[in-house]
């Protein structure tokens, strides 16, 4: 079976680890502190040995808080779940065209057209509205007209 990608992850950190001791030899550490090394060689390959344990600790205890925080271990077996479904898809899975615009609108053109249908129907209540108060304001017009025929009959009939 293929390891997953949380397998592979802890096996990079522990090739890091390996190398980063290996980087960091007892050789090394005494010629850093050659006058402690002369005057006491045990105890410097004790501090060395400390230090390495103490720092290979450290390390794996932050890479494991940053798995736990990052929620690492289910994300990378969600990618390979992705990877694995991908495999049995016979087309080819989407790629950007290298144009942002053409790549942006195919994800936008769904939330556009929503809100499009949105606008029109928002179009078509106000022109209804507009519709009612341009008929009660014809209506309010007749009205007057009728009221001003009105007063004029009764001026000329009291004159």
Known sequence: AVPGRAQLFDTVVDTFLQK?????SYQRFA??????????PELTRGIYEQF???L?????????????EGNLEMLF?????????????????????????????????PYL???????????????????QAAEAVLAGRGRITELQQLIAAHQQAWQ
């Not at 010629?31 to 006491?40: A, V, W």
């Open 113 to 131: 057209l929503k809100h499009r249908a949105y606008l029109q129907r928002i179009l078509r209540e106000k022109q209804e509205e507009n519709r």
């Open 77 to 109: 077996n969600s990618l390979d779940k992705i990877v694995e479904e991908a495999k049995t898809q016979e087309e080819p899975a989407w790629r950007p065209s290298g144009v942002p615009e053409e790549d942006a609108g195919s994800a936008l053109a």
């Open 56 to 68: 290979q600790a450290s390390i794996k205890e932050e890479i494991q808080e940053i798995k736990q």
């Open 20 to 24: 980063l001791v290996a980087a960091g």
């Open 31 to 40: 010629s850093c502190y050659r006058r402690f090394y002369k005057l006491q």
């Open 52 to 54: 390495i344990s103490q």
